[in-house]
Nanobody, 115 residues
């Protein structure tokens, strides 16, 4: 089983930046893909970005060109650098890890972008 703890959220003005961190613990060696989802009020949860064990990244169209996902394997930490933030990026951001059988979720961290 994998435990995920997010940090780095908060309130930022439009155009600003935030970096989210997700520290994984437990059975981290089994992780195939790790990434970030978000859930905005009144909307369904959506993928923001993820990265495979081999370093292949995948981004939602809304994140391309503004967000960068990266991983520090030594620290078991995945980062989401978010630049040029927009009010529509306001959401609860959740870290997700998948090992081929089980999905693990963090509790989420709030990101609020003011206009």
């Amino acid at each position: 089983q994998v435990q995920l703890v997010e940090s780095g959220g908060g309130l930022v003005q439009a155009g600003g930046s935030l970096r989210l961190s997700c520290v994984a613990s437990g059975s981290v060696f089994g992780i195939n893909v790790i990434g970030w989802f978000r859930r905005a009020p009144g909307k369904q949860r959506e993928l923001v970005a993820d990265i495979t064990r081999g370093g292949i990244t995948n981004y939602a169209d809304s994140a391309k060109g503004r967000f960068t996902i990266s991983i520090d394997n030594a620290k078991n930490t995945v980062y989401l650098q978010m630049n040029s933030l927009k009010p529509e990026d306001t959401a609860l951001y959740l870290c997700n890890a998948e090992n081929g059988l089980i999905e693990s979720w963090g509790q989420g961290i709030q990101v609020t972008v003011s206009s």
